[in-house]
């Protein structure tokens, strides 16, 4: 059967080149990068050198890096342990979105249940974070302002420059999950002005389980876990040198491709989501329009529910993900469609197809072959839109 | 996630459309909760000729209310009042637990039809409509990720 992969956004295949780079760290190299002896040395310097790799594609120096276990595990470091030596000086408030990546909101919610407090703040229809609505949430002892650079849902990308000096005008940190940004878009640390940037290595074609938490140099956090000494004990455990090689190499190879493959996916993406909006009615694109991750499509149809799409495509060998209905305990659809002002009944509705680098123009007329007919049908079994 | 025959009943459903002559109408669910069953019979002499169905929801829902529809056609009104939502499902071979609540109303439906049926005593049938009656649960299609 053949298969077309368009779930980007929720993970990428390993690279060939990157899997070559990663395999000696298992078998020849497998020495403890903290160990004295030679093959503890080798890890070490491989080690060090991917930190280099991942510094150099966001701008950072190679000792503002931290190997994490993912982007969660950076995200959660990043906010709960700032803010614990924080709330001292600067105060006990956070401020995020409402379209973060749970990783980042369940995280602020966890804080404001042990006392935090907290502000949330809305977005427009685009899903772009206002800096009026930030300006107007900031206060005297907010210490730190967690907003993501482009969402995973709909793929806006917030204008975090802009974000980021508002918040420092009145002293408080500024952290972004740029999980779906690294290795994608052009990201520098200092054009962007953060304290803190959380990325994974497996959404830029390199491994599941690394991750890497940017912390800029006098920025205070501690360690999540504690134990070891690993990572100027800021990040306790063995650290995972063949992940951190192949987070290394995925970010040198993204670093060469990013400007040849943001060409491809803006045209591949402008293909198909033209293809869907005039191919089907009632159908919108949600996020916004030009401002968003240039491989991802997101889309809600009216009067069919989402799971139903993505098992039809499925059955074609179409991969998508869906944000029709939301998360364990919950009826509701995706918070990031409600947030950005969808119904309910729209909100499940959703299909997000979501391209890579190997994409190609014969699978989006495959997919624009497959869809329409999908859509047709499942509204011919609905009792909605008659 | 499904079972075979949930996936059978979802890609080739039995029994889609409405019928011209339907004297019971059911439907439950609301677009909020992303599920809505809308069941149509057709009752001669006590027994259900024909019934169809149309379903806005994820597989589990199409798949209910298709299996349903091939449970109690040609059965009499009383077997198919004993029809649960648990009957269905069984007969599915199963549904994954967290749809156990939220897309498994396609029996309910049928007793909403049953009940706009018995209430109009086969003159012209008009929509009963049940409540949402969704408690817990979720479908979630998004990864985690």
Known sequence: MKAVYMDHSATTPVDPQVFNAMIPYYTDIYGNSSSVHFQGQKAHRALEQAREQVAALIGASPGEIIFTAGGTEADNQAIITFMTHEHQKKGKHIITSAIEHHAVLHTCEFLAKQGFELTVLPVNSYGTIEPDALRAALRPDTALVSIMHANNEIGTIEDIKTLAAISHEVGAAFHTDAVQTVGKIPVNVKELGVDLLSASGHKLYGPKGIGILFVKKGVRISSYLHGGAHERNLRAGTVNVPGAVGFGKAAELAQQRIPQTTAHLKDLSSHLTSGILNGISNSRLTGHPEDRLPGSVSVVFDYVEGESILLMLDSYGIMASSGSACTSGSLDPSHVLLAIGLPHETAHGSLRLTMGKDNTREDVDYVLEKLPPIIKNLRLMSPLGQ | ?145
Request: glycine fraction near 8%; aromatic fraction near 4%.
């Open chain 2, 1 to 145: 996630m499904y079972s075979q025959k949930v996936m059978d009943h979802f890609m080739n459903p039995r029994n889609v459309g409405r019928i011209d002559l339907a004297n019971g109408i059911g439907e439950v669910g609301n677009p909020t909760c992303g599920d809505i069953m809308h069941i149509e019979i057709e009752v001669k002499e006590d027994k259900i000729e024909d019934i169809k169905f149309q379903t806005f929801g994820c597989a589990a829902a199409i798949a209910t209310s298709s299996m349903v529809t091939e449970m109690v056609k040609g059965k009499t009104l009383e077997e198919a009042e004993r029809i649960t939502n648990r009957t269905v499902a069984e007969a599915l071979d199963g549904l994954p637990p967290v749809k156990m609540h939220c897309s498994n109303l396609a029996a309910d439906a049928l007793h909403e039809a049953i009940k706009n049926y018995r209430e109009s005593q086969g003159s012209s049938a008009t929509v009963t409509k049940g409540c949402c009656q969704q408690e817990t649960g979720s479908c979630c299609t998004m990864p985690q990720e």
